[in-house]
Each structure stands twice: as structure tokens, then as C-alpha cells.
């Protein structure tokens, strides 16, 4: 069916998962038997509160998203991760991320980034149903004004996944549209400025924050918005808002939003790094999606896993990423004093380099990883060889070992993907307070340095890394937060925006997406790089990117898509 709407899937044919509404014309307009109707959500306060905890969730509008579940926010644990479209991965076997890495994005063909704007404002207008219909159910006042909390919450978080991809967004209001308002209202087609979408976003996460409980208990589950997660994403916009992308907030008022999270003295940086994505209660985590038995994503473990033990190879750790994780002093491989050896690459390298990426020779699975050749398991030579890693490594964060790699089908899966933790709110704050007081200054109302916070991360005792020290100017406390930045948040959906936010994308984004080809010759090892993915390309118009074409004909031409599409 054919919707003239810039929510293109959602007017005629469902309120996402539970209700449906019914078409004008004759022949739609039937009973369906495998929904609830408006009226039953609207009159049934269990109804409407499992309605309220679906929309975390969204429809699955390309294959292989969401694959045993519905996708969430982001990409989360898909096959193709979003981290293999930047210079963090790539993946093994395409999944329509090459395009993206090539340059080759058009309105026509996204890829694997082409359901945000649909997905986004399909939730939008359920959010907008549900709260709509709030009054009228028979529920205690106190409790439907945190269902109101966490409806802005989430509402706030799909137009900051429009804004952080497209720009200025389409702001809906709290009007629910029909397709007699298509043609009409004007507000179906305006798109504001970045500025006027983002203080919404703020104002209705300001208001959500009011309303939002403090912590999850028995009746508000984990894996529910609260005070803490409403306050991450404001300081995230708010970082977002003063960067040279959007150029249209202050670096103060990030800083004061990053402080404010961090005030709530209520999260903090775990101790080992690689068990915070690995269980559900890790006082890291401010909000995370959560999966049971019954609800699993994708299985990470086989997905990308190493060939030479059955797994798939997925999202591939480029050399790009390697290099630039520092030596256990703190310096760069590339500094001369650093004691970095090319004939021992991985030798005594930052901690956080052997949490994240599985390399030659690393122990895995009571073995170790050979993608050497001739003769590695886990290289071309090697079982499954189609699964060969093209860049010589394979992903460690995420995977729990004690999970099964080969048949897991229900018995894998279950681990958390992370939205908020402490460490970026962390960075958030460092980087926030060095551009608006430099590095070394503790800003009046609050309590740390920009320096001071980027070691509370360094300083976690899986990591431990050196303490950054005083004097630094504050363009080294740049390079030294972006550094925080690339490692500690590797693969965790914001290396993407990073570098785009910072303008920075045609630099790291047209380097060529580097691997490694590993020769043994007895028991020596000798290392030459390799081009793992050809053809890597960087505009300035994919600092955004393209509205879908079927988003603006849906419009008839009306929303206005962005520069150089």
C-alpha cells in the first residue's frame, strides 16, 4: 500500500507489534485476528504497559536485522555491526556495509543504514498513540506520569538517532497523523534547523527526567528508561550540540549535563573491562537492552568467530584499529621510545587491545588463534575457509566464551547490548570541559577536571594505564580524550559519529581499511600489511546521510533531502 507520509511503513498498517487501525478504503478495512485492537490497549492498563515496554523495540524492515528478535536502538548485535562501517571493521562478508565503507551511499541504496529515518518515525507516531491515550486509562496518576517519562524518553531517543544521521529533523509534535492529514499539514514535510531539533529533544528529556524513577526495582524493570539514562542521552545531545558538526550549542552546558550524571553518585567504573558486556547488573551500566532465552539476538559467538572453530568471521577488527592502541606506557607504537616491536606486535600493548580483538596467537577456547599461514586453522588454510578473516583478526568484545560457538541456537545470545555506561558520560565530560576550560580546570559547581576524569577510566584496574599527566595543553587533551574515545568505546556505535561530529571524517574515513598477512616460517613470524577492503572513500556530503528516496516521493518531494544527494 502506497502512504503519502513521511512515516511511509506506519500509518495504515500497524501501531508497531500489538494494535492496528483501519484503512479508508473498503477493501482494507477488515478485523485483523493477529492484533490487538486501539480500543483493547487503550482500556486494558496491562495491555498498555506491555505496549509501552514494546516500543524499546521496532519492526524488522531489512533482512537480517533483528535476527531471532526485533531490532532496538541502533544496530546492537546484528550481524553487520555499525562498527563495520567505519574504521573500526569491516565485514566479512558484505551484509550491504561495503557500499557505505566505498562511498557509494545514495538516497536509492543505503545499505545496512537504511532503516533509521522509517523505523524512527514509525515509533514516533506510536510513542505520540500512546501518550495521546495516557488520560484515559484507569491507572494511578503517580504511575501514568512515569509511563509519560518514559514515552519522552524514548521518543527523545529516535529523533537523536534522526538528528546524529540526518541532520534537522521533521519534529511531530504529539499529534498522531492519519492519512488525511498527509497533504495538509505542513509539518509532515518541514524539516527544523539542527538547533531547533536538538533543544526539543533536550526539553523532552528534561521533562522525562522529572518523571523518571531513580533506579530499577521490582516494579520498573531493568532494561526501563530511568532518571540516569534520560540524563546520559541529554549530555550526549548536548556533546553532539557543541561539536564542530553542529556548531549550535556550548561546550559548558555539556559539560554542566555529562556533571550532572556524574553528580547522581550513583554509577561507576567497573573493575574488569571485558565482564561489563557480559551480565546485566554491572554498575557501569546506566541502560542497556536486555535479552532472555526466549528473546535472543543474533549469536554473537558463531557470528564472529574465528573459522578455524566453526565461527562466521563477521565484523572483522581492521589494522587501522590495531595500530593505534598505545603500548602499556602510554605511548604510541609509532613513538620511537615506546618499546613497541614490529616482530611482537601484540606484546605489551593497552589492556583494553586484548579484551577487544582476537589476534595470532591470543588464547582462545583452551587454544590459541592461528590466522598465520601456511598451515593456520584460522586462516584461508584453515576449515570453513570462505569464514577467513580478510583482515588477520577476529572480535573479542562482547563474546562470552562460556557460550557455545557451533549449534548455540538458544543457548547463546543473552548478553546485554549497552546504550549508556559511566565511561562515556566519563568522556563526555573530559572532552566537554577541556574545549570550554581546559584540561586542568575543575569548573565551578563541579568536581573534577577534564584530566581527572579521563583517568578514572584509564585508571580501571583491567586497564590501569598510565595517569595523563598535568600541563597538557589543550590541544594534546584533544588527541588524548579522541584517543579514550577510539579504544574504550571500540565497536560500541560511536566511532561513526565520532569522526563525523569532529569533522574529521575525510581524513580517517579515506584511509584504506588495512589488515594483516602473517607468514610462519618455523617458529618465527614475519608481518606485511595488506588492503583488506578496497576502494574505501570519503565524501563531504556523507557527513550525512541521504534521506531514502522512497521517504521523500512518499512526501511527494517535499522534505528536502540533504546537500550533494
Known sequence: MKTRNIIHTAICAAVLGTTAISCKKDFLNITPTDKLSEQTVLSD???????VINRYIGVRLQDKEGDGTDPGFGRGFEYSMWSSITDESIY??????????????????????????????????????????????????????????????????????????????????????QLSDNLQDAALFNRSTIKESIDYVVSQLDDAIAKLPKDNSDSWALGRATKGAAMALKARMLLYAASPQYNTGTWADAAKAANDVIAMNKYVISSDYSKIF????????????????????????????????????????????????EMTNGKAITDASSGYDPNNPYVGRDPRFYATVLYNNSAYRG?????????????????????????????????????PLQNPWGNAGFQPWIYFRYAEVLLNYAEAANEAYGPDVVPAGMT???RA????????????MPPLAAGLTQAQMRDAVRYERRVELAFEEFRFYDVRRWQIAEVTE????????????????????????????????????????????????????????
Open 367 to 403: 587454544a590459541t588463534v592461528e590466522t598465520f599461514t601456511p598451515g593456520g586453522k584460522d586462516s584461508k588454510d584453515g576449515n570453513d575457509n570462505w569464514n577467513t578473516s580478510k583482515t588477520g583478526y577476529y572480535l573479542k568484545k562482547f563474546m562470552n566464551d562460556a557460550y
Open 448 to 450: 573534577l577536571s577534564a
Open 92 to 177: 566479512n562478508n558484505d551484509d550491504n556495509t561495503w557500499l557505505i565503507q566505498r562511498g557509494l551511499l545514495a538516497p536509492e541504496n543505503l545499505g545496512m543504514a537504511g532503516t533509521i529515518w522509517p523505523r524512527s518515525y514509525r515509533s514516533i507516531r506510536e510513542i505520540n498513540f500512546a501518550l495521546n491515550g495516557l488520560s484515559t486509562l484507569k491507572m494511578s496518576a503517580a504511575h501514568k506520569t512515569i509511563l509519560e517519562g518514559e514515552l519522552k524518553f524514548i521518543r527523545a531517543f529516535r529523533y537523536h538517532d534522526i538528528i546524529r544521521n540526518y541532520g534537522g529533523a521533521v519534529l511531530m509534535g504529539d499529534k498522531v497523523y
Open 45 to 51: 492498563t496491562s495491555v498498555f504497559e506491555a505496549y
Open 510 to 565: 579515506n584511509k584504506p581499511a588495512l589488515g594483516i598477512t602473517i607468514t610462519k616460517s618455523g617458529s618465527t613470524y614475519s608481518y606485511a600489511s595488506k588492503v583488506a577492503l578496497d576502494g574505501r572513500h570519503f565524501e563531504k556530503k556523507h557527513y550525512w546521510l541521504p534521506i531514502p528516496r522512497a521517504e521523500i516521493q512518499a512526501s511527494n518531494n517535499k522534505i528536502k533531502q540533504n546537500d550533494g544527494y
Open 278 to 325: 557480559l551480565t546485566n547488573t554491572d554498575p557501569e551500566i546506566i541502560f542497556a537492552r536486555l535479552y532472555t532465552k526466549n528473546a535472543n539476538h543474533t549469536h554473537l559467538e558463531i557470528a564472529n568467530g574465528p573459522n578455524g572453530y566453526g565461527g562466521w568471521g563477521g565484523n572483522l577488527p581492521l589494522q587501522n584499529l590495531v595500530d593505534d592502541y
Open 453 to 464: 576524569a579521563v583517568n578514572q577510566v584509564r585508571a580501571r584496574a583491567s586497564v590501569n
